[in-house]
Nanobody, 125 residues
Framework: QVHLVESGGGLVQTGDSLRLSCAAS????????MGWFRQAPGKEREFVAA????????WYADSVKGRFTISRDNAKNTVNLQMNSLKPEDTAVYYC??????????????????WGQGTQVTVSS
């Protein structure tokens, strides 16, 4: 079992930056790829970014490419999402998740078996 806790969300203005963190506990020695997803009101949960177990490869949704950066520190059992140049359309609840499928990474939320409780990000115009 892996327990994930997100932090760092908040209310910001267009163009601002935020850094989300995800702290993992439990079976953190497992070689899970990690991802960030988000869900806006009335919309499905969507992929934002993913990072391999080693941290040497990353993937991003087109909507955030060039603005967001995912990283991980396995020594500290944390995964971070640096979000720059935020836009109102980035407003959502952001979730950290662990991919339990064994894949190097996945943008499919159904391959992620562990989820955090989410942190709200609101970007005002």
């Amino acid at each position: 079992q892996v327990h994930l806790v997100e932090s760092g969300g908040g209310l910001v203005q267009t163009g601002d930056s935020l850094r989300l963190s995800c702290a993992a506990s439990g079976r953190t020695r497992s070689n899970y790829a990690m991802g960030w997803f988000r869900q806006a009101p009335g919309k499905e949960r969507e992929f934002v970014a993913a990072v391999t177990w080693s941290g040497d490869s990353t993937w991003y949704a087109d909507s955030v490419k060039g603005r967001f950066t995912i990283s991980r520190d396995n020594a500290k059992n944390t995964v971070n999402l640096q979000m720059n140049s935020l836009k109102p359309e980035d407003t959502a609840v952001y979730y950290c998740a662990a991919d339990t499928s064994g894949r190097m990474y996945s943008s499919n939320r159904h391959t992620y078996g562990y989820w955090g409780q989410g942190t709200q990000v609101t970007v005002s115009s």
